[in-house]
């Protein structure tokens, strides 16, 4: 979904865009329905799919495409082949999503690697584990961070006007988390915190559910454990809503439970509108709160941990103010980023 806004943004922005996807899938549907020119793809093999990267260095030539972005390493042999075997010259772009979970120095990485031209990363600590992960030209790797429309992300209703429209007690304490029902995501390390905490004030929003034939399980521990520990009028499950920052203005803080999450577009969301946050010390949540400076860091998957923290923004919740939250989200601002991919691409923006 990165993606797509970028395609979106560059498109506003007076570029020529075309979006690939595999077909059917709920990307390509949206890339449509943003009426962006789209072209449905089959899923290709991770590596050495020759038909499928042929198949795509005639597209390439067909739509004269000058710049071919990329955000998942699954997409990287077939666009090394593509790019090879185009008959014009394709600048290729790889924008990280994920962390580098191991050493990628082997020759084939490495041979794959020199067909690339620019490496993206949305965060100073990738940007570190490519040099020291890869044998990346160090001179080709540039920190982009993943940009918000700050205009979209915000809401002009009042706490008590989120709180109504979502059901939501007008006299509470609420910590909420946003996000799929999975164990990385953290749900259960947010209640167990909340059951230490035995504060009646203290309540939790979950907005979110399930991914379709996934999470099921997860989704019936949830219930259990609020069942089991008597946190029925503690915890409040709304589902997914594209208004999140109706969600954002209507807790008093957004809690980033995840092991190590390796961006956080909510955590963006959340500086957006104001909402003070407390997130897990891994991942890229400790950069983007500046180390601590406009956040507070817990140990990851320490419920212990996360109870202080709870407790410790009861008793002092104007740590970090609204304004510097969104202060510093300006950071993210899509006009910003847009500029700088333009000026990573050397292409003009019309």
Known sequence: MNQLRNAVWMKERGHSVVFLGVKDSPVVKAAMAAGLATIAIH????????????ALSKILETEGVSHLIIRDTRDMSVSVIAKRR???????????????????????????FRNIDLWSCPLNYLADQVRTMTRFSKDKIVVIPSGLDLAKATSSLSTMEARLEMDLPLDKQIFGLAGRFDAQKGQLLLLEALAMTQNPNSVVCLLGEPTLGEGEVYSRQITAFIDGNNLNERVFIRPFRSDVSTFFRAVDAFVMASKAETFGMVTIESMACGTPILASNAGGSPEILEFGKIGTLFTPMDAHALADAMSNFIEHPERVSAQDLIQASQHYSHVKVCSAVESALRITNY
């Open 43 to 54: 899923r290709h093999k991770k590596y050495y799919d020759f038909n499928s990267g042929r």
């Open 86 to 112: 185009c008959s014009h010259k394709v600048h290729l772009s790889y924008f990280m999503e994920m962390q580098l979970g191991v050493k990628k120095t082997h020759l084939l990485h490495s041979i794959r």
